[in-house]
């Protein structure tokens, strides 16, 4: 592979990196040495000083001090500017903190310079992976891996591209190498847990997270907090035989009402009687119920497990795990369904619920807003020769580390595409407040400020837009409203970075058919 090849069209980066700079690639220079020259001890001593500094720097990004571990690293670089591993390691400390304009810069500027520095190149691979760039990044991890067999770093990055790209037992197989070659990274401990859980492999993500708990930083308490509930509750789902049991018709189609936007179905929990609203959300992986809603159902909680971060209010409400028996949707049941249990802020609907992704992944499901129904239909009998004469219809997704659906949007006024969450369960669209502030975007925002309310509370006085064109492969909706929101929070846990979400007021022009198994989706425009 030759690297000026790869250089031609390399990197897509997000919009507000294309703003911020323009790679050009120069020459290294040569740095003038003193007129003095050193003796040999003193010149192995300055080597000694500078493997102890990043060694040091090291221990400081382990134990989770990264100002520090800057602080070291500048040092070292300003001592010697060609010190290609100090500048490597800071790429990669950079890469944690999610500077990834920082992170590219240094470690193409290596890559190309040292062309068989296989850390350089999982560096860049795992840049390029986190800033929404698949293609370029398998390249760029391969050729690592090619350079040498044993860079973890281009293991897990790999592990994670097939995480993404819905090739689950893969990536725990390139997950578990990652570990095996460096077991006290925790990025990648975490990262095999989180596919673990995602394959129901519930024992060994219980194992997975205590492992992290271990290697983890210390400093990091609310994080920790999360995941030892999270331990506890896989502890419990292991006990189980089974998840997610079909039971019930082979298929069945159901009536929706769109409120706001939301499709939302009646469903029945536990074989009660009662009925419940429960909104479809494509943008939940796991399934949702009001505290509310629980308590008058007599539904306990299991465990607790800290806080998580959310849209809304404070950004963050507390995390309390619980299991419902059985969902019966239509004809159809499945049985030992795991779910949240929360506060809804707010519920003029009176909606009960969400349906997460995991209640409804085993099947093939068509969401229709045209006709307003909602059919399941299970794999098995799913018909062939429809997904065969349907084949090319099919739009990818691509599965994030928090178990959200992402497909590529074009916006007007953008070249490349964008990284968009496809959620039914959003009234409206959402942008960045990163994108909404480009020159492109800026020109389109509406007097109107708006009320959103997010899983973590009520946020007020949110701008609008109007943007006037949205595509999502060959379909496009002109004059499509949305708000700009704080992403960071969505984005520390997708693993690649999203520039906004498609809600239901781009979703309903559509029926949706969604195989989750493969991640892919057909849009059909309705008849108005």
Not at 183 to 211: G, I, K
Not at 242 to 262: A, P, Q
Not at 410 to 429: C, K, M, P, R, Y
Request: charged share 25%; aromatic share 10%.
């Amino acid at each position: 592979m030759k690297f000026r090849i790869l250089a031609a069209d390399f990197f897509r980066f997000p919009f507000q990196t294309k703003r911020l700079a323009v790679c050009v690639l120069t020459a290294l220079f040569v740095i003038g040495l003193p007129v003095f020259s050193l003796g040999s001890d003193d010149v192995q001593q300055i080597e000694e000083d500078t493997r102890q500094q990043i060694k040091q720097a090291d221990k400081l990004v382990r134990k989770g001090n990264y100002p520090e571990a800057e602080a070291l690293l500048r040092k070292v670089i300003e001592a010697n500017p060609q010190h290609s591993t100090a500048k490597l390691k800071l790429a990669y400390l950079f890469l944690k903190e999610k500077r990834l304009l920082d992170a590219y810069n240094l470690s193409f500027e290596i890559a190309k310079a040292e062309p068989k520095n296989s850390y350089a190149y999982a560096v860049l691979g795992a840049t390029l992976l986190t800033s929404g760039n698949f293609k370029e990044a398998h390249k760029i991890l391969y050729t690592a891996l090619v350079l040498n067999k044993k860079e973890a770093l281009a293991w897990a990055g790999l592990g994670m591209l097939d995480f993404y790209e819905n090739r689950i037992f893969d990536s725990i197989d390139n997950l578990k190498v990652a570990v095996y070659v460096d077991s006290d990274e925790p990025d990648y401990v975490f990262a095999l847990a989180q596919v673990e859980a995602r394959a129901e492999r519930y024992a060994d993500a219980a194992n997975s997270y205590y492992r992290f708990l271990q290697v983890s930083p210390q400093t990091d308490s609310e994080r920790r907090d999360r995941i030892k509930g999270l331990i506890n509750f896989l502890k419990y789902l292991g006990g189980k035989q089974t998840l997610y049991e079909l039971g019930g018709t082979d298929r069945t189609k159901v009536s929706f009402e769109l409120l706001r936007d939301r499709p939302v179905i009646t469903l029945t929990v536990n074989k009660k009687e009662e009925p419940l609203k429960f909104v479809l959300d494509t943008g939940s992986g796991i399934s949702v119920i009001s505290r509310e809603t629980a308590e008058r159902l007599k539904i306990k909680p299991i465990t607790r497990g800290g806080l998580a971060r959310a849209i809304g209010g404070a950004g963050k409400f507390e995390i309390v795990y619980g299991f419902l028996k059985s969902v019966a949707i239509g004809g159809v049941e499945v049985r030992s369904v795991p779910v949240y249990i929360r506060e809804f802020h707010s519920n003029d609907e009176k909606i009960d619920g969400y349906i997460g992704l995991s209640l409804i992944s085993k099947f093939l499901t068509t969401i229709d807003y045209g006709s307003q129904t909602f059919s399941l239909v299970k794999k098995e009998v799913a018909d062939a020769q429809e997904m065969v004469d349907n084949k090319d219809l099919f739009l990818p997704l691509r599965l994030t580390s928090s178990g959200f659906l992402s497909g590529e949007v074009q916006l007007e006024g953008f070249e490349d595409s964008l990284n968009f969450i496809v959620d039914t369960g959003a009234s409206i669209s959402v942008i960045s407040d990163e994108l909404a502030s480009s020159s492109e975007i800026s020109r389109f925002v509406q007097n109107e400020k708006m009320r959103v309310v997010g899983a973590a509370g009520v946020t007020e006085d949110v701008p609008s837009f109007l943007l006037p064109r949205v595509s999502f492969g060959p379909n496009s909706c002109e004059r499509i409203k949305a708000i700009a929101l704080d992403l960071d929070i969505i984005n520390e846990a997708s693993g690649f970075r999203q520039a906004g979400i498609l809600g239901g007021n781009f979703l309903k022009n559509y029926r949706l058919t969604f195989d989750f198994k493969n991640s892919k989706v057909i849009f059909t425009p309705v008849t108005k």
